[in-house]
């Protein structure tokens, strides 16, 4: 089974600050990948950070870099430097196989 | 480098109807994913096509049937048509060598998503 649950519907932040997306997610896969993707009101899914869940390491890109912590199976999202432009729906998500699994997905405001 | 196109953008249909939805893959990409994302929930894998075979299916009923041509486009057909289908549907494509048909080893590396058809069904 492979469940993905985000426990926050919505967030909120003002521009320039930080905010954390929390994430938890259940698997009886021993090899997995995590992601986050951002949709913003263009309803496009575009990827914001991948995580390999064999690397100890958390992954980074620019302002986004993840929390993950397998044993507690959560896998947090970190903004930093807030912009307006990172306003939008951001779903949590692993895959098996060839198959996504989303979580129901967290609107993210961004106060001027 | 095109990236993935969908039509149309919205689309009311009525109970019991039928609809067809449409997909062009990016450039290079010859698998298509289909998911369906109803209201204030995450996207569900509906099924997926590879050199035009379905190659995967969640959990949707047989109604739910595709096809995927061979310049790699696919198309989504939905008979029978319930208030419940209202949704946005997505499709998203990627590139699989055929030695890696499992995508095990690809951890789900280079899916480029659509903007989704809104579907309506009253």
């Known amino acids: 089974a492979q469940t993905v649950t985000q426990s926050q519907p919505e967030m909120s932040v003002q521009e320039a600050e930080t905010v954390t997306l929390s994430c938890t997610y259940d698997?009886?896969?021993?090899?997995?990948?995590l992601f986050w993707y951002k949709q913003p009101p263009s309803r496009q899914m575009i990827l914001v950070i991948r995580q390999e869940a064999y690397k100890q390491q958390n992954a980074t890109e620019n302002r986004f870099s993840v929390n993950f912590q397998k044993a507690a199976k959560s896998f947090s999202l970190k903004i930093s430097d807030s912009q307006l432009g990172d306003a939008a729906m951001y779903f949590c998500?692993?895959?098996?196989?060839?198959?996504?699994?989303f979580g129901t997905g967290t609107s993210l405001t961004v106060i001027p | 480098e095109t990236g993935v196109t969908q039509s149309p953008t919205h689309l009311i249909k009525t109970r019991g109807q039928q609809v067809t939805l449409r997909c062009s893959s990016q450039s290079g990409h010859n698998t298509v994913s289909w998911y369906q994302q109803a209201l204030g929930q995450g996207p569900q894998f509906i099924f997926q096509?590879?050199?035009?075979?379905?190659?995967g299916r969640g959990n949707f009923p047989p109604r739910f049937s595709g096809l995927q041509f061979p310049n790699y486009s696919s198309e989504l057909n939905v008979n029978a048509l319930e208030l419940d289908d209202s949704a946005l549907y997505l499709c998203?494509?990627?590139?699989?060598?055929?030695?890696?048909?499992?995508?095990?080893?690809?951890?789900?590396?280079?899916?480029?998503f659509g903007s989704g058809t809104r579907l309506t069904v009253v």
């Open positions: 698997t009886s896969e021993s090899d997995y990948y």
């Open positions: 998203a494509s990627s590139f699989q060598a055929g030695w890696e048909k499992s995508y095990r080893n690809r951890g789900g590396r280079g899916y480029t």
């Open positions: 096509y590879y050199r035009e075979e379905e190659n």
């Open positions: 998500a692993s895959i098996i196989g060839n198959q996504f699994y």
